[in-house]
């Protein structure tokens, strides 16, 4: 009989594991795609994890999560297009799954396209009533749209599902902040920083100040948002303004 090199022993070992291994049932193979797709996912790999997630679909087609997360891989990608259509597979087996219905919201909020959006969204909160995000950004579109009104009410379910949400503070915050009601506006950012320490409110409350002429509440909420945003968003303008406020104070 003919003698088997380790090297061989080695080349049939990988083979075996590449076929998925003796005896491995569909689910088991599909499973093991699965895992090391998820791997290369957590690791920002999404080209490598694409054709291990379309194996795991291919031995096991009702397998929801992993059409939900190549469907991620797809977003990170910028294929929009293969994104959705993964992330509606992903909810044909699994019907429950927010996060579908959210992302395939945010993509087409993203387009601009506001009433796609806004379907996918309110088809979500069908779903899942008690998800905060999907009322917030249903709000957001109606904020975008100038219906405060409604913007108003979507806010408020966000925080009547949960009290801790501070994005929808946050958005009651710039509604009011746009029609004027400076208390109001100040009440609902301070809630906003309260609940979650949010950069973005911190930002507004020091411009709240600054427009109300407060400029020494103005400075120092500037200075805090700078504490934690030292290369945010606005940070550039914050040290500009922080500038025109001391010329104000030697002014005076």
């Known amino acids: ?91 044909v087996y699994n019907a429950r799954d927010v996060d579908a219905y959210q992302s395939i919201g945010n993509i087409y909020f993203v387009q601009n396209n506001y009433d796609k959006a806004l379907n996918w969204y309110e088809r979500g909160a069908e779903v899942d009533f008690l998800y905060p995000r999907t009322y917030n950004n249903i709000a957001t579109i109606y904020y975008l749209r100038g219906d405060f009104v409604n913007a108003r009410k979507y806010y408020g379910q966000a925080i009547a599902v949960d009290p801790t949400y501070p994005r929808a503070y946050y958005g009651l915050g710039l509604l009011a902040f746009i029609q004027g009601d400076t208390a109001e506006a100040e009440a609902k950012f301070l809630d906003a920083i309260r609940v979650g320490s949010m950069p973005e409110a911190i930002y507004m409350l020091g411009t709240l100040y600054y427009v109300s002429g407060d400029y020494i509440q103005a400075e120092a909420w500037f200075n805090r948002y700078l504490e934690k945003e030292p290369n945010g968003q606005w940070a550039d303008k914050v040290r500009d303004t922080l500038v025109m406020i001391e010329q104000k104070k030697q002014g005076n």
């Open 1 to 91: 009989m003919k003698k088997i090199t380790s090297l061989t022993l080695v080349a049939i070992v990988a083979f075996g594991l590449a076929c998925g291994g003796p005896g491995k049932s569909d689910e088991d193979k599909s499973l093991s795609y699965y895992t090391l797709a998820h791997e290369y996912l957590q690791q920002n790999r999404p080209q490598k994890a694409i054709p291990l997630y379309k194996k795991a679909i291919k031995a096991r087609v009702n397998f929801a999560q992993a059409y939900h997360e190549i469907a991620v891989c797809y977003q990170q990608i910028g294929d929009d297009v293969k994104a959705i259509d993964y992330y509606e597979g992903a909810i």
